[in-house]
C-alpha cells in the first residue's frame, strides 16, 4: 500500500512537472527547498516564537561503552511545540522538498520508494550504530 503512494506520488510529480525539466533546475530547486525548510523552522523561532532552540555543546559521558548510555543524554536544543500555523508551514515547506526530490529521482531514473526501503533496511540492520 505504502509502495503504491510513494509511486502515485513520484508519477504525480512527474506529470506536474513543466518547467523544471533539467537536472540543473532540480538540483537547485531541491537545494532552495531545503533553504526554506530552514527558514521556515527559524521563523518559528524569530517571529512566531512558538518554539526557541537553546544550543550548547552536547554532553557525551566518555565513561561509557554502552551506545545507549552514550546517547542518552543527547540533546535537540528545541524548547516549546510548534503552533499549527508554524507546523502547518513547515509541512508545507517539506513536501515542496519531497517534491523536487521525487523529481530528482525520476530524472535520474530512481525510484524514491526503493531508496526509502535501502535506507530503511540500513537503519534496521545497523541501528543506532549508524552513528548519524
Ligand atoms: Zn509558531
Known sequence: ????????????????????KSILDIVTKLQESQARINRAIAKSVTNCGCI????????????????????????THLKGDLCENCREVIEREIGNHLFYLSSLCSTLDLNLYDALLKEYDRINMLGKYTLR
Do not use: Y
Request: glycine fraction near 0%; avoid cysteine.
Open 52 to 75: 526557541k532552540i537553546d544550543a550548547r555543546k552536547q554532553q557525551i559521558s566518555q565513561d561509557s561503552d554502552d551506545i545507549n548510555e552514550l546517547t542518552k543524554n543527547l540533546k
Open 1 to 20: 500500500m505504502k509502495d503504491i503512494i510513494f509511486d502515485n506520488f513520484q508519477n504525480s510529480v512527474d506529470e506536474s512537472l513543466l518547467r523544471h
